[in-house]
T-cell receptor, first 118, second 115 residues
Framework: DAGITQSPRHKVTETGTPVTLRCHQTENHRYMYWYRQDPGHGLRLIHY???????DKGEVSDGYSVSRSKTEDFLLTLESATSSQTSVYFC?????????????????FGPGTRLTVL | AQTVTQSQPEMSVQEAETVTLSCTYD???????LFWYKQPPSRQMILVIR??????QNATENRFSVNFQKAAKSFSLKISDSQLGDAAMYFC????????????FGTGTRLKVLA
């Protein structure tokens, strides 16, 4: 299993409060992603990173920001949480075809974080 | 923009039987990767199988195989000798061979395995 952890695993918060989710990897993979999973929508990309301090928006980025100051950590921040952001959040990593290792260009996922915004 | 469509929200299969899950995609690119992921009740996303579009041979992994029809933009997953542990959500995903490293997922198919 790829070394990916997410913290916290569960969180309940109130509308309007800031929330930060952390993704940590031990694989030294270049690419990191944040998704949200909602019934009927599958996995939707929020933001992704293609290197330290290099990030880009996904299809549902409004209300979210990210930061990546180290290869191993990718933070997702909800500046002011809303009930519509209640979801399960997954972090994922991948590496390019040019890198050494096992199956390349494949995403590996963390265990997920269930966030409830009341 | 690329899209991935899974038109079967839910399917059932009898234990030991074979089931096929459908996936179609839309792209103007000629090189790309396709994946099937499994998500059991534990919520962990598990890679089942991957296919490179430039390979004509269909990928297989034990009881799992794909039927990759590039011209039809179809990528179905066949599960043989279904087991109770195969019950899960299955997601089809696409990734361009070049350019951005974004992955596009379908909405998933929930597979039930009947004893």
């Amino acid at each position: 299993d790829a070394g990916i952890t997410q913290s916290p695993r569960h969180k309940v918060t109130e509308t309007g409060t800031p929330v930060t989710l952390r993704c940590h990897q031990t694989e030294n993979h270049r690419y990191m992603y944040w998704y949200r999973q909602d019934p009927g929508h599958g996995l939707r990309l929020i933001h992704y990173s293609y290197g330290v301090k290099d990030t880009d928006k996904g299809e549902v980025s409004d209300g979210y920001s990210v930061s990546r100051s180290k290869t191993e950590d990718f933070l997702l921040t909800l500046e002011s949480a809303t009930s519509s952001q209640t979801s399960v959040y997954f972090c994922a990593i991948s590496e390019s075809q040019l890198a050494a290792g096992g199956p390349l260009d494949t995403q590996y996922f963390g265990p997920g974080t269930r966030l409830t915004v009341l | 923009a690329q899209t991935v469509t899974q038109s079967q929200p839910e399917m059932s299969v009898q234990e030991a039987e074979t089931v096929t899950l459908s996936c179609t995609y839309d792209t103007s690119e000629s090189d790309y990767y396709l994946f099937w992921y499994k998500q059991p009740p534990s919520r962990q996303m598990i890679l089942v199988i991957r296919q490179e579009a430039y390979k004509q041979q269909n990928a297989t992994e034990n009881r799992f195989s794909v039927n990759f029809q590039k011209a039809a933009k179809s990528f179905s997953l066949k599960i043989s000798d279904s087991q109770l542990g195969d019950a899960a959500m299955y997601f089809c995903a696409y990734r361009s061979f070049s350019g951005t490293y974004k992955y596009i997922f379908g909405t998933g198919t929930r597979l039930k395995v009947l004893a």
